[in-house]
């Protein structure tokens, strides 16, 4: 541990791995008392609907109202407050919004079919889901760009309805939030937060309407909510604090991989940032710009937290010992600040999104490059994608049989229905084995 609370780290000292593997560990374990009170609201959301939902709405949010649909906003009230927001927030959003449209219209997959040499029409069909939940955090929490991360893809993935539920603690809601949810085209926006509004999308209520997924950040309450009802409705994945992985070689900036460092870490003090330098001196150099930058920042006593918490600075001896770090890692986000940093992406197997080169700040992709800024954490890009349009979508398999074609199936399907003991597979696939030989 260095005096100012950053670890420093070196491939090369004695028990580096086990140093690294105690600064990876990800606290994923449930927290039985979080999960004993997240139950108690699904249960009764599910058993009372409306009403419960009207309870703990005013008990957590402060917001007494007559009916659940006193919660739900007028669609007049989004646009009013696109008009409210300022003329360069609206145009920010807006240009956002197209970059992050223009991507995911890539991913669009369409149906197909082809007929085999037996005569058999087989195929994928692509479907939309029908209904999609979009939880957005309200409060001191207020990020329109997740708004138009999730609403705008499900849009391009042509969901049928989006139903967004934010929180409005004494009812203030925040004006850049509602005018994303304009702007991307979200259908309904209802007032209510936490565990419930997870427990009213998942199970519908007499007055909100049950959705096929989930989607969207939350606090603790929220995830673990989305965990506990996955099967009942599809989420999009259980996410953890926020990190970033930076490689970088003596030709990066030390004030510029400091303030990406930072921006991370200011997310909260459990976010992860590290540096995996390749030059001796520029670790030091970065570790001066860390010092040097931290008293300007608005949210120091965030970013301090999370560096001494979760921070470190390593040297990497070679550019292999660096890939394989990073693969070791997964990191949500992965900046190359290197020379040549384009001839290092066939070696990186695990990463959630990638920045090459100097000039492309991972804040940059949070808010208007176009790829998606949901992402996996925690080690799971090892695994799992960034959120995208294949997420709002399902695929259905498609099978026509020939006469020739059914026949020469059932002839298969026969002997390895027996093999598995299941005769009345045996059986089904028989009679059509036997219509072929009478036709």
Aim: glycine share 6%.
């Amino acid at each position: 541990m260095h005096g100012n609370g950053l670890k420093k780290l070196s491939t090369e000292e004695a028990g580096f791995a086990r140093a690294l593997e105690t600064l990876l560990v990800r606290q994923n374990g449930l927290d039985v008392e979080l999960e004993r009170s997240v139950k108690a609201i699904l249960s009764a959301v599910r058993a009372e609907g409306d009403a419960a939902v009207l309870r703990f709405t005013e008990q957590y949010d402060e917001l007494p109202v007559a009916t659940v649909k006193d919660l739900f906003l007028e669609p007049e009230q989004l646009q009013t407050a696109v008009h409210e927001i300022g003329r360069e927030q609206r145009q920010a959003l807006e240009q956002a919004a197209d970059r992050i449209r223009v991507f995911h219209e890539r991913q669009l997959q369409s149906s197909w079919t082809f007929e085999d040499d037996d005569g058999n029409l087989l195929g994928q069909r692509i479907t939309p889901l029908d209904r999609v939940g979009l939880y957005v955090p309200g409060g001191k929490a207020a990020y329109p760009s997740s708004v138009l991360m999730n609403a705008v893809v499900a849009k391009v993935a042509q969901v049928a309805e989006i139903i967004m539920v934010v929180p409005s603690p004494k009812g203030v809601l925040n004006p850049m939030v509602l005018a994303a949810a304009y702007i991307a085209g979200v259908d309904k926006v209802i007032r209510v937060g936490g565990a419930q509004a997870v427990a009213a999308l998942a199970y519908g209520t007499e007055t909100i309407s049950k959705v096929d997924k989930i989607v969207g950040p939350g606090n603790q309450y929220v995830a673990m909510a989305k965990r506990l009802v996955f099967g009942q409705v599809g989420i999009d994945m259980i996410a953890g604090p926020s990190e970033i992985l930076i490689v970088a070689d003596a030709s990066a900036n030390p004030d510029w991989i400091a303030m990406d460092l930072f921006s991370q870490a200011e997310h909260d003090e459990c976010a992860q940032s590290i540096l995996i330098a390749l030059d001796k001196d520029l670790m030091n150099q970065v570790e001066q710009s860390i010092a040097k930058l931290l008293p300007t920042q608005p949210r120091r006593a965030i970013i301090e937290q999370s560096l001494s918490r979760q921070g470190a600075l390593i040297y990497a001896h070679s550019r292999e010992q660096a890939l394989a770090l990073v693969n070791q890692i997964a990191p949500e986000h992965l900046a190359l600040a290197v020379e040549g940093a384009q001839d290092w992406l066939p070696d990186i197997r695990h990463a959630g999104a990638i920045f090459i080169g100097y000039d492309c700040a991972e804040v940059l992709g949070d808010y208007c490059l176009g790829p998606n800024h949901v992402l996996p954490t925690a080690g799971s890009a090892r695994f799992s994608s960034p959120l995208g349009v294949y997420d709002f979508q399902k695929r259905s398999s498609i099978m026509q049989c020939s006469a020739i074609g059914a026949s020469k199936a059932a002839a298969v399907a026969t002997v390895l229905a027996e093999s598995e003991s299941l005769y009345a597979h045996k059986q089904a696939a028989d009679y059509r084995l036997q219509r072929s030989k009478h036709d």
